[in-house]
């Protein structure tokens, strides 16, 4: 069994699980910026709920780009997905390395290739 970004790729493959392991691999990738970005302002403790912040931040921009890709975040295509995914690529170039932006993107591709 091998489960990318909690998808089990021995299950059936739909693009709204794709999606959402798009959303958990953007997620996991830049957490440690997102939690530094949800400081309380004149404490030097983080508020209790930078995951949940966070992971509604990368949700929306996930939505977002479907959006800008003309798609359906909610009821996505094989071809959205391929789409938001290259926007994401050039999105991430700007504050990740090519080879973590190959690495990640090859996961998900992983997925994709078995829509």
Known sequence: MVV????DTED???PEKVRD??????YNA??????????ISGEDKKTEEPNEIGRKYIEETIINYFIKVGGDFNKPTKEDILKVLEELKEFAKG???????????GEIMQLVEKL
């Open 4 to 7: 990318i970004y909690g998808v």
């Open 12 to 14: 059936e493959i739909t």
């Open 95 to 105: 504050f990740r390395s090519p080879e973590i932006i190959k690495k990640h993107y």
């Open 30 to 39: 830049h957490q440690e910026v997102l939690k530094d970005m949800y400081v």
């Open 21 to 26: 392991a798009i959303i958990e691999c953007f």
